[in-house]
């Protein structure tokens, strides 16, 4: 299976794409983590990626397809894969479509992950990251066990940024209005499933796994 996710920041994409990649077998790219890594390490892309991240708005095309087209030629990918944080505009999906064409890949299903501005601020403004390992945490739904300490390696946690309230309310801004042309890309092939994201991370994830499933039986009929 080639699956895209798409929604909104905090919708929950990293997360159950992380699981769906364990549960199905399949390679996770997510272009979040390839953005943070590049960050982190301050690469010229990080850099300058970094700069559009606090100030709440959008990476540009151009530095997230240099990453991607080199992606999509390795190895783990041919099996399938769970693609998460990019396309986030039609400018972005065209670029991709142009990439999967050359790769000769053809996307089985966009889920898109529903939901709510008030819930995605809930969970946003509450994350916590590791600064030596990059491992997340919730101050509300998955706290560490020791205040601002990780718990897989014992370095310090620091919220983000771009995970600030204000912040947060920009990037919905911005996100909304690229949205609606992305969803009428992906409806008119055919490939889009929207999916309500609000509930608990467990019955989301099995949602998606059952569709998956029921695509994949019907496309070996």
């Given at each position: 299976m080639r699956i895209i996710l798409l929604g909104p920041p905090g919708a929950g994409k990293g997360t159950?794409?992380?699981?769906?990649?364990?549960?199905?077998?399949?390679?996770?790219?997510?272009?979040?983590?390839?953005?943070?890594r590049n960050v982190l390490e301050g690469t010229a892309l990080g850099?300058?990626?970094?700069?559009?991240?606090?100030?709440?708005?959008?990476?540009?095309?151009e530095l997230m397809?240099?990453?991607?087209?080199?992606?999509?030629?390795?190895?783990?990918v041919k099996k399938g894969f769970i693609l998460d944080g990019y396309p986030r505009n039609l400018a972005q999906a065209i670029t991709l479509?142009?990439?999967?064409?050359?790769?000769?890949?053809?996307?089985?299903?966009?889920?898109?992950?529903?939901?709510?501005?008030?819930?995605?601020?809930?969970r946003l403004s509450g994350r916590l990251v590791c600064s030596a390992c990059g491992?997340?945490?919730?101050k509300t739904n998955m706290p560490p066990n020791k205040n601002g300490i990780c718990d897989k390696c014992g370095a310090s946690l620091f919220q983000r940024t771009d995970d600030k309230e204000e912040?947060?309310?920009?990037?919905?801004?911005?996100?909304?209005?690229?949205?609606?042309?992305?969803?009428?890309?992906?409806?008119?092939?055919?490939?889009?499933?929207?999916?309500?994201?609000?509930?608990?991370?467990?019955?989301?994830?099995?949602?998606?796994?059952?569709l998956s499933k029921k695509l994949h039986d019907s496309l070996k009929v």
């Open positions: 159950q794409a992380k699981r769906l990649a364990d549960k199905m077998n399949l390679a996770h790219i997510s272009t979040g983590d390839i953005l943070r850099k300058e990626a970094k700069d559009f991240m606090e100030r709440g708005l959008l990476v540009p095309d397809s240099k990453m991607l087209f080199e992606r999509f030629t390795q190895q783990d479509e142009g990439i999967f064409k050359q790769k000769d890949i053809d996307i089985d299903m966009v889920a898109y992950l529903d939901s709510s501005d008030s819930v995605i601020i809930q491992a997340n945490f919730h912040t947060i309310k920009k990037r919905l801004e911005v996100y909304k209005k690229e949205d609606s042309g992305l969803i009428k890309y992906y409806q008119q092939k055919n490939k889009l499933y929207r999916l309500s994201a609000d509930g608990e991370a467990e019955a989301v994830l099995n949602e998606i796994i059952a």
